[in-house]
């Protein structure tokens, strides 16, 4: 069986539904790193580019954004959508950089994956010059809202509770440290940064109903299943899923969803 977790299988689908959501926090999350005109910027787990992108027009033409992550598929797709970005694969505890290379290091999205995040941390902020910043973003959420109960619902409905429960330890085993603030700013200061500090925002990401439950196949429980049911089955469950949140949300839907974004300088 494939690697689940990864991100290969769901690319196209994420570039299309997630994509141009979280444009608006990874530009949020570059504005905080503050990287100087013509300066270089580095994002780790860029996915489709999004904050590479937001990073590269931040810069200037001068400047130099580079986007990294293992998965292929995610990169074939930065490189269609963005074609302009510098895009390589790595993986974030091995950075293919020299040390003090880059003005800001960026992560949108992608430490609560990591398995060792202490080691990416470290290597995040070797390649990071002195003054430099590292700036990363993690979903806040702790309460589910009525959207998440009801996938949550048809989920565990097919495999039930105790394989979500292995399902999240591991394709996100930090989701629950980098959902608080504390826990945040501790690993910041633990791995060497000064000047910590976080920043709560909300988004309101707006979705036709269709596309908000596609979207949800591309999260860990959908990749999951994705991968467990097989294409028939999961194009069943996707069918009864489409059908059971027509039936209770109106169309389209508003997702609101809480983020921190957190910034350490490297002293
Ligand atoms: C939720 S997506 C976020 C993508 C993008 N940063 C964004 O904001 O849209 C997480 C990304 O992190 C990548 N990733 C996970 N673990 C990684 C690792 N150890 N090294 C590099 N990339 C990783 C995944 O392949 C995926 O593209």
Same mark, same amino acid.
């Given at each position: 069986m494939d690697d689940w977790r990864s991100y290969d299988g769901i690319a196209e689908t994420y570039e299309r539904i997630n994509a141009p959501r979280l444009a608006q926090p990874a530009g949020d999350l570059v504005a905080l790193a503050q990287p100087p005109p013509g300066g270089r910027v580095l994002d780790v787990g860029t996915g489709t580019g999004v904050a590479a992108s937001a990073a590269a027009a931040l810069l200037g033409p001068e400047g130099v954004a580079v986007g990294v992550d293992v998965s292929l598929g995610m990169l074939g797709q930065a490189a269609r959508a963005r074609p302009a970005l510098r895009l390589a694969a790595a993986e974030a505890i091995d950075l293919p950089f020299r040390d003090g290379t880059f003005d800001?290091?960026? $992560? &949108?999205?992608?430490?609560?994956?990591?398995?060792?995040?202490?080691?990416?941390?470290? #290597?995040? /902020?070797?390649?990071?010059?002195?003054?430099?910043?590292?700036?990363? &973003?993690?979903?806040?959420? $702790? #309460?589910? #809202?009525?959207?998440?109960?009801?996938?949550?619902? *048809?989920?565990?409905?097919?495999? $039930?509770?105790?394989? *979500? /429960?292995?399902?999240?330890?591991?394709?996100?085993?930090?989701?629950?440290?980098?959902?608080?603030?504390?826990? /945040?700013?501790?690993? =910041?200061? #633990?791995? $060497?940064?000064?000047?910590?500090?976080?920043?709560?925002?909300?988004?309101?990401?707006?979705?036709?109903?269709?596309?908000?439950?596609?979207?949800?196949?591309?999260?860990?429980?959908?990749?999951? =299943? @994705?991968?467990?049911?097989?294409?028939?089955?999961?194009? &069943?469950? @996707?069918?009864?899923?489409?059908?059971?949140f027509a039936d209770r949300f109106s169309d389209p839907v508003n997702d609101f969803r809480d983020v921190w974004l957190a910034v350490g300088v490297k002293p």
């Amino acid at each position: 069986m494939d690697d689940w977790r990864s991100y290969d299988g769901i690319a196209e689908t994420y570039e299309r539904i997630n994509a141009p959501r979280l444009a608006q926090p990874a530009g949020d999350l570059v504005a905080l790193a503050q990287p100087p005109p013509g300066g270089r910027v580095l994002d780790v787990g860029t996915g489709t580019g999004v904050a590479a992108s937001a990073a590269a027009a931040l810069l200037g033409p001068e400047g130099v954004a580079v986007g990294v992550d293992v998965s292929l598929g995610m990169l074939g797709q930065a490189a269609r959508a963005r074609p302009a970005l510098r895009l390589a694969a790595a993986e974030a505890i091995d950075l293919p950089f020299r040390d003090g290379t880059f003005d800001a290091v960026t $992560g &949108s999205f992608v430490v609560s994956h990591f398995t060792k995040y202490q080691t990416a941390l470290f #290597d995040m /902020i070797r390649v990071l010059k002195t003054g430099g910043r590292l700036a990363l &973003s993690s979903w806040a959420d $702790g #309460d589910r #809202d009525e959207l998440q109960k009801t996938w949550l619902e *048809l989920v565990e409905g097919a495999v $039930g509770q105790q394989m *979500l /429960i292995d399902v999240r330890a591991q394709a996100l085993p930090w989701a629950d440290r980098f959902a608080d603030r504390t826990a /945040i700013e501790e690993a =910041l200061l #633990d791995a $060497g940064l000064k000047h910590v500090r976080t920043e709560r925002r909300e988004y309101r990401f707006a979705y036709a109903l269709h596309d908000y439950v596609e979207g949800l196949g591309t999260w860990s429980t959908g990749r999951f =299943l @994705r991968s467990m049911l097989g294409p028939e089955g999961w194009e &069943s469950f @996707r069918r009864k899923a489409q059908r059971v949140f027509a039936d209770r949300f109106s169309d389209p839907v508003n997702d609101f969803r809480d983020v921190w974004l957190a910034v350490g300088v490297k002293p």
